[in-house]
Every structure is written in structure tokens, then in C-alpha cells.
């Protein structure tokens, strides 16, 4: 069944300086299509354009000194009130909450979002009363927020309805489903010594379907444990786990159902004796 289609566009604004580095992530491959289609908008603002002297200045020396420049709060709120209202404001920055899918999720409801993208040393902090949250895309420092603001635009944008050409392809995604996504295979059948998994070329969809999810279980288990705390599992699931080591203990910690009761063995019948 396809999703319905959004009555109205998700409008991405994007406050920045360099303009020139967002325009490919809006022009090029899906989102480029999704705004020729009319699913997503997306705006580039030059915050030079709202500098207040002849020099075109945004920023200037930090207060209290040291070193870098620091874009000014009254730029930065002219180009913010140039804009029509947006359900969120929302600073690119180190300190701000991690950027996740659950976050995605939550963008890909709005109508409008608006984007600041710092450099230098980032905005004046005063500017933080004009926004509605911060987002870090993880615990390293970027030269500026474009970065950052286009992976925002990639995951969000996917999550509207109509962008992705199957509306399902995202729903078994990393992360979406709770778990870390199962591996995919292509053609040629074999690659350097490596078949595809025979399970995959049986055509037997349970047996993919059961094979896929014992491997994204797997895989999760091995590299982002963490995620299996809060994983949507079922009894089966934890069968798997059990058989991949899991204690019963960590079963119950994670809050997983216990594991189908297996079937009785039916008892062989006995022989008829004859008369
Ligand atoms: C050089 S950074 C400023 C770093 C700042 N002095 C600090 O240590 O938190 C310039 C801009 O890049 C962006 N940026 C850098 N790293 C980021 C990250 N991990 N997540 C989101 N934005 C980031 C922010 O917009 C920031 O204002």
C-alpha cells in the first residue's frame, strides 16, 4: 500500500554563508527530485545579505578576548525575522542534543524548519533565545554547520511521504526498526571467494525474512549492544539471542519477552501388538 501523499511541502530554510556549499544536497538526486516533484522546498539564505555596514561584516571579536571571530546576534536575527514563521528554529552546534532518527522522525512532521549554520567560532549566544533547539551531529568539531545541516536535510527529507520511491525502504533502516539494518547482497552471485548467502537465492521469503532478522540481530548485538535496550523484540528474537550467547539475565534487563516454549516432542506411537 503507498503512503498518501503530504497536503503541503516540508520547507527546509537554510541560514548560512556559504550558500554555494548547501546547493548540490538541495539540486542533485533525491531531494533535487523531491522539490521538482513540489514534496520539499528547500531555501538558501545568505546571512551576508542581512550585515548592517558597508563592509558586508557578519562577525566580530569575541568579548573578553581570545582567539576567533563570532557571528553577530543582530545578523543572524534580522535573516531569522526576513523568514515566514517555522514550526523549529534550529542551531547547528557541538553543544546541542544528538542529532538520531527518532529526532529525524520528529522534523519529518514539520512544515517548516530553519537552519543556522555557524562558522568561526560560532553565533553570539544570545542568539540561543531565538532558536528552539540546538543539534550536534556527534562529538567532533566541523569548520560550520553546512555540514551538519545537510545530513539533517538527507535524513529528514527520506522520511516524507512520496520521496523515497518504496515508502517501505525506510521502515527496515537502521534505527528505524530498532535494530542495526541486515546486510545486502547484489550480483554477481560470487565476488573474490565470497558467495551471496544460498537463503537469498532459495526464494523462500520466510526463510529471508527469518535469516534477515537473525542478522540484524546479530549485528546489533556485536557492534551497538545499546540499542537493544529500547528494540521492539519478540519472543522468537530472543531465541535468536539466547543462541547467539545472550544470558537470560541481559534478556530480562533489555526487556525482552522469553522465548517460545518449544514444541513438545510427539512420543513415536507405539507399535500395534498384534492379537
Ligand atoms: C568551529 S565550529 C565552532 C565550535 C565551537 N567553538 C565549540 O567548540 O563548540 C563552527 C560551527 O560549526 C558547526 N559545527 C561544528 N561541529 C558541529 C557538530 N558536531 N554538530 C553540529 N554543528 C557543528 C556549528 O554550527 C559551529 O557553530
Not at 230 to 240: F, G, M
Not at 241 to 249: A, C, F, R
Amino acid at each position: 500500500m503507498s503512503e498518501p501523499l503530504a497536503t503541503s511541502p516540508l520547507t527546509f530554510s537554510f541560514l548560512t554563508l556559504f550558500p554555494e556549499l548547501l546547493a548540490p544536497f538541495a539540486a542533485e538526486a533525491i531531494v533535487g527530485k523531491a522539490q521538482a516533484r513540489g514534496l520539499v522546498q528547500v531555501q538558501l539564505v545568505n546571512l551576508r545579505d542581512f550585515a548592517a555596514n558597508k563592509h558586508l561584516k557578519v562577525d566580530d571579536t569575541p568579548y573578553g578576548g581570545g582567539a576567533g571571530m563570532v557571528i553577530r546576534a543582530d545578523v543572524a536575527g534580522r535573516a531569522l525575522e526576513s523568514l515566514p514563521p517555522a514550526d523549529e528554529v534550529i542551531l547547528f552546534s557541538p553543544a546541542g542534543q544528538r542529532f538520531t532518527q527518532a529526532v529525524a522522525e520528529e522534523l519529518a512532521q514539520k512544515t517548516h524548519l530553519v537552519f543556522l549554520c555557524g562558522r568561526y567560532e560560532g553565533f553570539d549566544a544570545r542568539v540561543e533565545t531565538l532558536v528552539t533547539r540546538e543539534l550536534s551531529i556527534g562529538d567532533f568539531v566541523m569548520m560550520g554547520g553546512e555540514a551538519a545541516a545537510a545530513c539533517v536535510l538527507e535524513a529528514v527529507a527520506r522520511l516524507r511521504p512520496g520521496v523515497l520511491g518504496d515508502p517501505e525502504s525506510h521502515q527496515m533502516d537502521s534505527f528505524s526498526s530498532g535494530l542495526l539494518d541486515y546486510p545486502e547482497y547484489t550480483r554477481p552471485p560470487e565476488w573474490r571467494g565470497q558467495p551471496v548467502p544460498e537463503v537469498l537465492r532459495g526464494g523462500h521469503h520466510a526463510a529471508v525474512a527469518a535469516w534477515r532478522r537473525e542478522q540484524a540481530l546479530t549485528r546489533t548485538l556485536a557492534r551497538r549492544p545499546d540499542l537493544l535496550t529500547a528494540a521492539p523484540l519478540t519472543p522468537q528474537d530472543s531465541a535468536v539471542l539466547l543462541g547467539l550467547g545472550v544470558t537470560p539475565e541481559q534478556l530480562t534487563a533489555w526487556g525482552a519477552p522469553p522465548p517460545p516454549v518449544p514444541k513438545r516432542q510427539r512420543r513415536p506411537k507405539r507399535p500395534v501388538q498384534p492379537d
